[in-house]
């Protein structure tokens, strides 16, 4: 697939791995964001595993979130992804997604093995606005 458009059109739930409970982090604001346009968004954070954040219970893992997960979005180290992606395996999600500025050529060959699509250095709210809400994200008040 590697379509993202596609990809954002048919999968509606994401494990959102280095969430935060402050407001203001980037990966609070995108997942506010998604929740915003329909997507189901599991907070993952283990310094806040039990918590709420923006009205969704705080999982310490992926592999604790009970519900299918369709897109692992990681908002934490390149070094990282590894692990994540073993847990993406492992919960049989169909997406592993790495925010901007974050690859991992491992993770990626792992994923791909198992026929799990792989994003990397793209960001889900920036991707989303782009092909379904045509803003440009330098100047979103332009529109395509």
Same mark, same amino acid.
Not at 27 to 36: A, N
């Given at each position: 697939?590697? %379509?993202?458009? =596609?990809? @954002?059109?048919?999968?509606?739930?994401?494990?959102?791995?280095?969430?935060?409970? %402050?407001?203001?982090?980037?990966?609070?604001?995108?997942?506010?964001?998604?929740?915003?346009?329909? *997507?189901?968004?599991?907070?993952?954070?283990?310094?806040? =595993?039990?918590? +709420?954040?923006?009205?969704? %219970?705080? &999982?310490?893992?992926?592999? #604790?979130?009970? #519900? +299918?997960? #369709?897109?692992?979005?990681? *908002?934490?180290?390149? +070094? /990282?992804?590894? #692990?994540?992606?073993?847990?993406?395996?492992?919960?049989?999600? !169909?997406? @592993?997604?790495?925010?901007?500025?974050?690859?991992? @050529? =491992?993770?990626?060959?792992?994923?791909?093995?198992? !026929?799990?699509?792989?994003? =990397?250095?793209? &960001?889900? !709210?920036? /991707?989303?606005? !782009?092909? *379904? @809400? +045509?803003?440009?994200?330098? *100047?979103?008040?332009?529109? %395509?």
């Amino acid at each position: 697939m590697n %379509d993202i458009k =596609e990809i @954002l059109s048919k999968y509606k739930k994401i494990a959102m791995v280095g969430v935060s409970n %402050d407001l203001t982090k980037a990966s609070t604001i995108v997942m506010k964001y998604m929740q915003k346009y329909g *997507f189901k968004v599991y907070p993952v954070n283990p310094k806040a =595993e039990g918590q +709420k954040i923006l009205g969704e %219970d705080v &999982c310490g893992k992926i592999t #604790d979130i009970k #519900d +299918k997960v #369709d897109i692992v979005n990681v *908002f934490r180290p390149s +070094k /990282e992804a590894l #692990d994540i992606a073993r847990d993406t395996i492992n919960i049989k999600a !169909k997406v @592993l997604w790495l925010q901007l500025g974050i690859k991992n @050529l =491992e993770a990626k060959k792992l994923v791909e093995q198992k !026929k799990i699509e792989y994003i =990397e250095n793209r &960001c889900t !709210k920036m /991707e989303y606005q !782009k092909h *379904f @809400l +045509k803003v440009r994200q330098a *100047f979103p008040v332009l529109q %395509d």
